[in-house]
């Protein structure tokens, strides 16, 4: 099955499930997408964030904000978004009121799949894309 078909089975059988910041949120959506097609979870290891403040600790602790942090997970290489693959991580800006800046992606064509405060996947235009990463299956 190629990467299209499965990040739509993938995003097809996804429970919306509300946002949390311990279990559901833009990263762990990223992560189980990563873990879905390559088999190895990016976010294995790091400890969980029971809230906003725990999340901007821990992106200080990882480089200082979302780009920093994803960046240094040796599995996934940069690449710029206007070379972004489907299946391909991506950030997008998006400034929640409580201080964390990002939202990371799925990238398919020319859209991005993030999750919402809701736990359902909405697709936002990748040219809104801050940077991307290289999800290699």
Not at 52 to 64: F, H, K, M, T
């Amino acid at each position: 099955m190629n990467v299209g078909a499965r990040l739509e089975k993938f995003l097809a059988e996804d429970q919306p499930v509300p946002f949390d910041w311990a279990q559901r949120n833009c990263c762990h959506a990223a992560a189980a997408w990563v873990a879905c097609l390559t088999g190895t979870d990016p976010m294995a290891g790091l400890p969980a964030t029971p809230d906003a403040l725990g999340a901007r600790r821990l992106l200080r602790a990882w480089g200082g904000n979302l780009q920093a942090a994803v960046s240094a997970r040796p599995q996934l290489p940069s690449v710029l978004p206007t070379e972004a693959h489907t299946g391909d991580v991506a950030l997008l800006y998006a400034m929640r009121s409580d201080g964390v800046g990002g939202s990371l992606g799925i990238v398919s064509g020319r859209h991005v799949w993030s999750i919402t405060d809701h736990g359902h996947w909405q697709a936002q235009p990748l040219d809104g894309a801050l940077c991307a990463w290289r999800v290699a299956p």
